[in-house]
């Protein structure tokens, strides 16, 4: 196992596996014994990421099958670890053999050799392959529903800009149902279109687009975080920066918040129905690296899918001489739309342990 396959302190997220080896899976230590799940549950949000379910993402048609192994009997968690499994099916290795000694622009292929010495299995980009975000998903779908049943708190990610094309309304609780309606997930309808448009332009191109997903969690309860090097920024970040392609984060009103005066920046406290909250909501729900009980705010940067059909210069790196390389198999043009899933689960684990940390949620239901 690497030294960096694990995740989190009290809900500890373990992922194993290759993109072209036998399974991937993941091990959730840390659960409460007394939570009713099951496959299914967990299935319906593996789901929303899968491959090969339209044409704006890789054709690799992979069923994502999900095994619980240990942990979970008569439909309850035991506290003991759990345990899960997908088997790989649509493998196509040979799609990778020239990738032996030539790099891939924009991949790990480079950093990936050096580090193990070539020891590393490159098919499908192994173990930094997209397709191990599975694995954040099974872990995730289980600490979601903790959050659900314990805190009742909900998450909304959905894809905010594709390109150059962006969402034109802010984001409200009544679009949250329309974010899985399409293939882009944008709750936004009109939007949507020319989201897909633009990803199938860039595709016919041999290119591909990079986008935002914006994640909203609400019902947070004040206090989760731990200041300093485990604040609440600092671990969601941690986490969400484990997704490949992801190359910028910010909270609330993140960049733009720098070209604003103090006094527009900061959010006024009001009292609302005895309770103390803020006018607007610029700290993004966390001050201090802690929750303040507002909604928790993200915007994330997904760069443009670096497997690409065009031919691009790269180096072979057994005769140290510059090559061409054209990739070839099968990829996304744009990961942005099957990342909303993995940006919910990440952003669940992450909450779901710093409520263990407090004592928001009890170590046995």
């Known amino acids: 196992m690497l030294p960096g396959s694990s995740i989190g302190q009290r809900l500890v997220l373990t992922s194993f596996g290759e993109s072209h080896g036998k399974s991937i899976g993941a091990v959730l230590d840390g659960c409460p014994a007394g ?3 099951d496959e299914k549950e967990i299935q319906e949000m593996l789901d929303l990421r899968k491959p090969g379910q339209n044409i704006i993402s890789t054709q690799r048609k992979e069923g994502d099958i999900v095994e619980i192994i240990s942990g979970v009997f008569r439909g309850f968690t035991t506290g003991a670890p759990i345990t899960m499994l997908i088997w790989n099916a649509d493998q196509k290795s040979k799609d990778y053999e020239n990738l032996k000694t030539k790099l891939r622009p924009g991949h790990s292929d480079y950093t990936a050799m050096m580090k193990y010495n070539q020891f590393n299995d490159h098919r499908g980009g192994g173990r930094f392959s997209g397709r191990l975000t599975a694995t954040h998903v099974m872990g995730g779908a289980i600490a979601r529903k903790l959050l659900k049943i314990t805190l009742g708190i909900k998450i909304n ?19 949250s149902k329309l974010i899985y309606k399409n293939e882009v997930r944008c709750p936004e309808v009109k939007t949507a279109k020319k989201m897909r448009d633009s990803i199938l332009d860039a595709k016919k191109k041999g ?3 990079g ?24 671990d969601l970040s941690k986490a969400i920066f484990s997704i490949p392609s ?3 984060i910010e909270f609330g009103s993140g960049f733009r918040g720098s070209e604003l005066f103090g006094s527009e920046n900061n959010d006024l406290y009001t009292m609302k129905r005895g309770k103390i909250v803020t006018k607007t909501n610029n700290s993004g729900g966390i001050l201090g690296g802690i929750s303040n009980g507002m909604p928790i705010t993200m915007r994330i940067a997904f760069k443009p899918a670096s497997s690409i059909a065009q ?13 061409i390389l054209q990739v070839k198999g099968r990829h996304d ?3 942005v739309p099957r990342a909303a899933p993995v940006v919910d689960s ?15 949620i009890k170590p046995n239901l």
Request: hydrophobic residues 40%.
């Open 35 to 37: 939570l009713e799940i």
């Open 157 to 175: 990610s959905f894809t905010s800009q594709i390109g150059k094309v962006k969402m034109e309304k802010e984001f409200n609780e009544k679009m």
């Open 207 to 209: 290119d591909s687009l």
């Open 211 to 234: 986008g935002i997903i914006e994640s909203i969690t609400t019902n947070v309860p004040v206090g989760l975080g731990e200041p300093i090097f485990s604040s609440l920024e600092s």
């Open 246 to 248: 992801v190359k910028g």
């Open 311 to 323: 031919k691009q210069d790269t180096v072979d790196i057994k005769n140290k001489k510059n090559a």
């Open 333 to 335: 043009p744009c990961v």
């Open 346 to 360: 990440l952003v669940a684990l992450t909450i779901a342990d710093h409520a263990l940390i407090t004592g928001a």
